[in-house]
């Protein structure tokens, strides 16, 4: 089955500068490549998604990018605030057609 | 508003003792989906249903139950044969299998 790996487990920024998270999967036969970010005690919330037909996609501060070839996807936030705080994951959807959950980052931004 | 609601936000559970918590959506989804999330931890699959009257076992099915009697509720019983059930539940719902998935505000059991 897939198996899905996310870095780093933290990551801890200041304000204002930016955040990148990493992806790896295994299946190469998935083709929907989703970010969720998920505050305390709240259900995740999609907040950016690319298909294997593109290799990147924006929007506003957050783009997703898409390597195929070396099996990984990746989470870019600029500007950093104060409420990009939280914990996100990546779920790429295997060929089956269900999300395979990475175990999270937790991303925290510091005044 | 469109949108998951899962009730109730808090359950406490004794030994022993089945429960049962409730998940309904107004998007008109046919998919829905439930997961486990423990503490520090991503998302696992407990079952997910396509169709109306048709679930299938998800990663950890072991201890739980499901019902989709109508399209728009799929509730989760958590079982005393589940022998660690406190975790926070979510569930889910998509329009398409493949498509994007959205998620209700989570349950938060305990066993007391």
């Known amino acids: 089955g897939e198996n899905v790996e996310q870095h780093p487990s933290t990551l801890s920024v200041q304000e204002g500068d930016s955040a990148v998270i990493k992806c790896t999967y295994s299946?190469?036969?998935?083709?929907?490549f989703p970010w969720y970010k998920q505050e305390l005690g709240k259900g995740p919330q999609l907040i950016i998604d690319?298909?294997?037909n593109v290799g990147e996609k924006k929007d506003q501060r957050i783009a997703v990018t898409l390597n195929k070839t070396a099996k990984h996807f990746s989470l870019h936030i600029t500007e950093t605030q104060p409420e990009d705080s939280a914990v996100y994951f990546c779920?790429?959807?295997?060929?089956?057609?269900?999300?395979?959950w990475g175990a999270g980052t937790k991303l925290i931004i510091k005044p | 508003d469109g949108g998951i609601t899962q009730s109730p936000k808090y359950l406490f559970r004794k030994e022993g003792q089945n429960v049962t918590l409730s998940c309904e959506q107004n998007?008109?989804?046919?998919?829905m989906y439930w997961y486990r999330q423990d503490p520090g931890q991503g998302l696992r699959l407990i079952y997910y249903?396509?169709?109306?009257?048709?679930?299938q076992k998800g990663d950890i099915a072991e201890g739980y139950s499901v019902s989709r009697e109508k399209k728009e509720s799929f509730p989760l019983t958590v079982t005393s044969a589940q022998k660690n059930p406190t975790a926070f539940y979510l569930c889910?719902?998509?329009?398409?299998?493949?498509?994007?998935?959205?998620f209700g505000e989570g349950s938060w059991l305990t066993v007391v």
């Open positions: 889910a719902s998509s329009n398409l299998r493949g498509n994007t998935i959205y």
């Open positions: 998007l008109n989804h046919d998919a």
């Open positions: 249903s396509q169709i109306v009257n048709d679930f």
């Open positions: 299946d190469s036969a998935s083709n929907y």
């Open positions: 690319i298909r294997s």
């Open positions: 779920a790429p959807m295997d060929s089956n057609y269900q999300l395979i």
